[in-house]
C-alpha cells in the first residue's frame, strides 16, 4: 500500500504542475483529482479487506462482521454475520477461513449483479458451507 501511495502522491504533484502551467485545464484537472480520490479509498478499503488488522487483534468473527458491513455498505447486500467467539486459531488458518468467506461473499454479490437482484443467492465452499443469502449452512 505504501508504494500505491507514493505513486498516488507522485500523480497529484504532477496534476498541480499541470494546472499551473495551463490554468484552462484547471477545472479539468480536478475533476481527476476527484477521481483519483476515489481511487485512493478503495485501494484503502481494499487493503483492509484483503488481511485486515482487526483478524489479529478481535479474532475472526469481528472481521467477518467487519467485512460484512463493508460490503454491505458497498453493495446494498445484506449479510448477516453470527457465532460465538470463535477458539484462538492459527493465523494462516484465521486468513484462510476469511478469504473463503469472502470469496463467497463476492460469488453471491456477482450472481445478484448479473440477475435481476431478486431470489435467493448462495456460493459454496469446498467443505460443503453454504453461504445463503448472508447465511452459513452445513450441508
Given at each position: 500500500m505504501m508504494?500505491?501511495?507514493?505513486?498516488?502522491a507522485s500523480v497529484?504533484?504532477?496534476?498541480d504542475e499541470v494546472a499551473g502551467n495551463l490554468p484552462p485545464a484547471r477545472e479539468h484537472l480536478l475533476k481527476v483529482?476527484?477521481?483519483l480520490d476515489l481511487i485512493e479509498g478503495q485501494l484503502r478499503r481494499l487493503s483492509?479487506?484483503?488481511?485486515?488488522s482487526i483478524l489479529d487483534?478481535?479474532?475472526?468473527?469481528?472481521?467477518?462482521?467487519?467485512?460484512?458491513?463493508?460490503?454491505?455498505?458497498?453493495?446494498?447486500?445484506?449479510i448477516r454475520v453470527e457465532g460465538d467467539s470463535a477458539p484462538s486459531l492459527s493465523p494462516l488458518l484465521a486468513t484462510t477461513?476469511?478469504?473463503?468467506?469472502?470469496?463467497a461473499i463476492d460469488q453471491c454479490d456477482e450472481t445478484r449483479q448479473g440477475d435481476s437482484g431478486e431470489g435467493?443467492?448462495?456460493?459454496?465452499?469446498?467443505?460443503?458451507?453454504v453461504l445463503h443469502q448472508g447465511q452459513w449452512d452445513r450441508l
Open positions: 508504494r500505491q501511495r507514493q505513486l498516488l497529484y504533484l504532477a496534476l483529482k476527484g477521481l483492509h479487506e484483503l488481511r485486515p487483534d478481535w479474532g475472526l468473527l469481528s472481521a467477518l462482521k467487519f467485512l460484512a458491513e463493508g460490503v454491505a455498505a458497498r453493495t446494498g447486500l445484506f477461513l476469511y478469504r473463503i468467506v469472502q470469496e435467493h443467492h448462495s456460493a459454496r465452499t469446498p467443505d460443503s458451507s
